[in-house]
């Protein structure tokens, strides 16, 4: 099934992104979800900023999944 790629389906991890708290389940399952659309995320100004933030890089660290480099 190809992924939709909808920067709204990781809104489960934006209060854990502006935090310290550790990512939840459903967290880390949207990221791993939207996996292939991270390069593409990352791409568009208005999230980059989001992304690029040491607190969204440790979240998807810790769901094992790593920002890529694009």
């Known amino acids: 099934m190809a992924v939709v790629c909808n920067p709204s389906e990781l809104s ?3 209060s854990v992104i502006s ?3 550790p ?3 459903l967290c880390c399952s949207k990221i791993q ?4 659309c991270l390069c593409q995320y990352v791409s568009n100004p208005n ?3 989001f992304l690029a933030s040491p ?3 440790k979240v ?3 769901c094992g999944v ?5």
Do not use: L
């Not at 979800?33 to 292939?36: A, G, N």
């Not at 790593?66 to 694009?70: A, N, Q």
């Open 55 to 57: 607190n969204a890089q």
């Open 19 to 21: 935090s310290s708290a």
């Open 33 to 36: 979800e939207q996996k292939p």
């Open 66 to 70: 790593p920002i890529p480099k694009c």
């Open 60 to 62: 998807a660290t810790t």
């Open 23 to 25: 990512p939840s389940k």
């Open 47 to 49: 999230f980059k900023k």
């Open 12 to 14: 489960p991890c934006s």
